[in-house]
């Protein structure tokens, strides 16, 4: 399927797609013998800026990670590809979900090892936030992804609000009483 050009303010899913590959070299791993998550984040960013940046048409910034998954270990000599695509437009963010697999290159199994979803913002040239064009939904699965984007920020925002709401207790007593059955010992 050819991408739809620029229509009226509007980019289809597919027109900004991107997808990484890059061998997992040995100074990638950690001293279990696995690929560190700090180095697959960093490629799920790039691949994240990679496509909200073309859907927008300037730079753009992370400005959250809703959700990192890490499904399964990535191995030293695996070929990961990170797949990304924009769920999600607002006025001036876009919701880029990843999807990350893994191949072994002797016996030639694919594993999913990782899903992200990666919040961002575009940015014009006064590092002012942008207006993004809207999104072209083709299909079902683009619908399904849209909808379950929306609902996600509609989740974050409601459980942001719950958490301005935590306070600790003005009473210490009730402090190690909410601590009852807890695994910590109050020392002082």
């Known amino acids: 399927m050819n991408p739809l050009p620029d229509i009226d303010g509007y980019k289809s899913v597919a027109f900004s797609q991107a997808t990484i590959t890059e061998l997992m070299i040995p100074s990638y791993s950690n001293f279990g013998g696995k690929i560190h998550g700090g180095i697959l984040l960093s490629l799920m960013d790039k691949v994240a800026y990679v496509c909200a940046a ?5 730079y753009c910034v992370t400005a959250s990670i809703d959700t990192v998954d890490f499904l399964q270990p990535v191995e030293v000599g695996e070929l990961v590809s990170l797949m990304a695509s924009v769920n999600y437009v607002g006025n001036t963010s876009l919701v880029v979900g990843i999807r990350v697999i893994s191949e072994n290159i002797k016996n030639h199994s694919v594993k999913h090892t990782n899903t992200s979803y990666f919040t961002m913002v ?4 006064f590092n002012k936030p942008a207006k993004v064009p809207g999104l072209v939904l083709e299909n079902r699965e683009q619908v399904r992804r849209f909808i379950e984007a929306r609902r996600r920020k509609e989740i974050k925002q409601s459980y942001m609000k719950e958490v301005e709401q935590i306070q600790m207790p003005d009473n210490y007593e009730n402090c190690i009483e909410l601590l009852q059955g807890e695994r910590c010992i109050v020392a002082g």
Not at 54 to 58: C, F, I, L, Q, V
Not at 122 to 125: F, G, L, Y
Request: aromatic share 0%.
């Open 122 to 125: 575009a940015k014009d040239d």
């Open 54 to 58: 073309k859907h927008a048409g300037n």
